[in-house]
């Protein structure tokens, strides 16, 4: 075969430091390692912005969220946005997307501003006629499967798996219907079975492990393999687990397979030197006993026991996973696929997971949140190695072009990271990561809008109309404990990083369109 399939690998809130190759202590991911050692292993590698939509829309675009335009939950990819793997199949490649997407609203709820007023009703760009309401949960009623509108930015098989954890929706809540009539008491957070943990987000769910969400998205894919073996098209499958995003509900097994009481905080609140304004937010509202008015998705102080169970069930779910991900290799082989296919096996976004007794994720642009794994396994790579070389996101898009020998597109504004593979180039000296809310938590009086540069050794994140900032030395502080914001001895260092984030985010600006016509 002249040209590789694809098989890439995603999950859901899911740090770099939770895989047993990345160092983990306790966590056990022998399949998912076992790609880092046959391939190359990012040891630097970030999101372009640590919020669920608008990262998989730039791994999709190969560009910024400022650019594709989807850079808060709740929007859309416009389907004017060119995917990469719209030129895959435009090339011959068979394309499917199997599980999570969110690259659409997964709700059907009308955006509504935090002070009560009205969301505007007239935008500054006109709705494009396109149907954004794929994804969302009308569609998935019964047991009837949806028939899905393709090609889906690219992809001509879709299988939709929509939110997280036992409370997964789309296709697949209705095969769990037709699999169970009582799907829906099982699922009910009401009947979830008997457990003494504390924290807030952990929930017994009563669903069996052969229902649960990640064994369905392994069948799915392992079935697509299946159908794959012997044909000429080359393929290329998006397989998409929604764990171990939050709520945290391994089940069976995997629920109790870590002791909370093996892990650690090792990094509490009294570790910071001096904690950000959000940092002491959240810990007041806890101390307040306010965490209740804390949204779902919110980023919270939590005591130490909740973390370690937090940590505990994150593991569970990434265990499950990883056996998942065991069987889909698995059927590479025994489908006579696997000198023919690169892995890739990266995430969405992180977790703080404990760091400084926070949960979750928010504006905050720690490493926890940003930094995320990344492996490329390669039967034609060099052998097999790790990279400190600065990556993003948006530089996949362009890495899976330049494998297949397809010209990229303009406008693409990642970068491939081929020449990394050997372990010893790198492709860029800096980092930008945008991040952008539509309402206002953690303590901040608006939302929070970020912009983050990542050097080998700096990281600077701006926050809007803000008078703090945060800059961190990981060289003298990988865990950045103490923020030299304010450090006098610092300012010109801080002043020559601004002066570079600003010319990362001037290289950001969108260059596409091209001229139609000459000036």
Sequence with gaps: MSRPNFLVIVTDQHRADYLGCYGHPILRTPHIDALAARGTRFERFHVASPVCMPNRASLLTGRYPSAHGLRINGGVLSRRATTFVELLREQGYRTASLGKSHVQPMTDRPAARQDGAPVASLDAWKDDGGDYTQEQPHHYQGTDRQAFATPYYGYDEVDMVTFHGDQAGGHYLQWLRAQRPDADRLRDPANQLPHGYTCPQAHRTAVPEALYPTRYIRDRAVDFLRRARGAEQPFFAFVSFPDPHHPFTPPGRYWDLYDPADFEVRLPYEAHRNPTPPMRWCREQWAQHARHRQGPHDGFFATGQELREAMALTCGMITMIDDAVGDIVRALDDNGLR???????????????????????????????????????????????????????????????????????????????????????????????????????????????????????????????????????????????????????????????????????????????QARYAA
Excluded at 477 to 504: C, F, G, M
Aim: proline letters at 7%; glycine letters at 6%; charged letters at 20%.
């Design 339 to 513: 000198e023919d296919t690169v892995i890739v096996f990266t995430s969405d976004h992180g977790d703080y997971l404990g760091e400084f007794n926070l949960a979750l994720k928010g504006a905050l642009a720690s490493q926890a949140i940003t930094r995320v794994p990344f492996i490329w396994s390669d039967p034609r790579a060099p052998a097999p190695a790790v990279s400190r070389a600065l990556a993003s996101t948006i530089d996949i898009a362009p890495t899976i072009l330049a494998r297949s020998g397809i010209a990229p597109y303009h406008g693409l504004q990642g970068r491939s990271l081929l020449p990394c593979l050997d372990g010893q180039a790198a492709v860029q000296d800096e980092l930008l990561i945008e991040y952008q809310d539509n309402r206002a938590r953690q303590g901040f009086a608006r939302p929070a809008c970020v912009r983050t540069l990542l050097t080998p050794r700096h990281r600077l994140s701006v926050y809007k109309d803000e008078a703090w900032g945060e800059l961190y030395d990981h060289q003298e502080d990988p865990d950045e404990t103490h923020n030299l914001w304010d450090s006098p001895a610092h300012q010109t260092l801080r002043s020559s990083l601004i002066q570079r984030l600003l010319h990362k985010m001037l290289d950001a600006v969108d260059p596409s369109p």
